[in-house]
């Protein structure tokens, strides 16, 4: 029986290749989807990544609120974290500025704007020349 590890070595390089040169492209994707504030910051937009490791590609959206944007959130209290402490929102008050003690957040409908990118990486992948 022939030694075919050479060719599996073979497939191995190209496939790590063009994983390589497609992991800026879904990088460009998910950046160019992810949803930017309405005062215009980019922070989600910044803080997403895709890096090729080998046969495979870690996106990462380094913010703490990605999962509530993707996924959405119910309605829900908003308490300060210390206990007797209040909470400071800029308000369309006299003076411009309110206290509470807790307020009741609407709650925010999802925005999966990264599942549809991550579902088309085998479509990425294949138009990525080797």
Known sequence: MANLDFMRD??????????RRAAPVLE???KAEAPVAEEGGG????ATTATARGLSVD????????T????????HPIEPKRQGGLLAFEWDVIGGLAIFKKV??????A????????DDWSRILERTPA
Do not use: F
């Open 10 to 19: 073979r497939i191995r390089r190209g496939s790590e290749q063009r994983i």
């Open 28 to 30: 460009r994707r998910l």
């Open 43 to 46: 922070t989600m937009r910044d």
């Open 59 to 66: 996106v990462l959206v380094d913010v703490e609120y990605a």
């Open 68 to 75: 509530y944007v993707i996924e959405g959130t119910p309605q």
């Open 104 to 109: 009741m957040h609407p709650g925010t409908t």
């Open 111 to 118: 925005n999966d704007w990264y599942h549809p990118v991550i």
